[in-house]
């Protein structure tokens, strides 16, 4: 059974910065693509950012220039570096990953930005 499992999420003040981490365990062959969606109160879950086992990323226009996806496909995990967090970042943070052509997420983990 394949599991993600997200860490870092949190509390900060607008202007701030958070790093999102995850983990894919389990009998895994290819992780393609993995990355991270977001879910604000009352909205649906949108996409934040993917990367592809080359290395090709996506970026949700919004946070261009302050979110950096990062991964290690050796370890099967992937990272999301935000900087100038912004109140409408405000969301859960959740872990995605597409492993043997089978789609995963995690729980999920809470960021809130204060103003």
């Known amino acids: 059974q394949v599991q993600l499992v997200e860490s870092g999420g949190g509390l900060v003040q607008a202007g701030g910065n958070l790093r999102l981490s995850c983990a894919a365990s389990?009998?895994?062959?290819?992780?393609?693509?993995m990355g991270w969606y977001r879910q604000a109160p009352g909205k649906q879950r949108d996409l934040v950012a993917t990367?592809?086992?080359?290395?090709?990323?996506y970026y949700k226009d919004s946070v261009k220039g302050r979110f950096t996806i990062s991964g290690d496909n050796a370890k099967n995990t992937v990272h999301l570096q935000m900087n100038s967090l912004k109140p409408e970042d405000t969301a859960v943070y959740y872990c995605?990953?597409?492993?043997?052509?089978?789609?995963?997420w995690g729980k999920g983990t809470l960021v809130t930005v204060s103003s």
């Open positions: 995605y990953a597409r492993c043997d052509g089978l789609d995963y």
């Open positions: 990367m592809g086992s080359s290395g090709n990323t």
């Open positions: 389990g009998k895994i062959f290819t992780i393609e693509p």
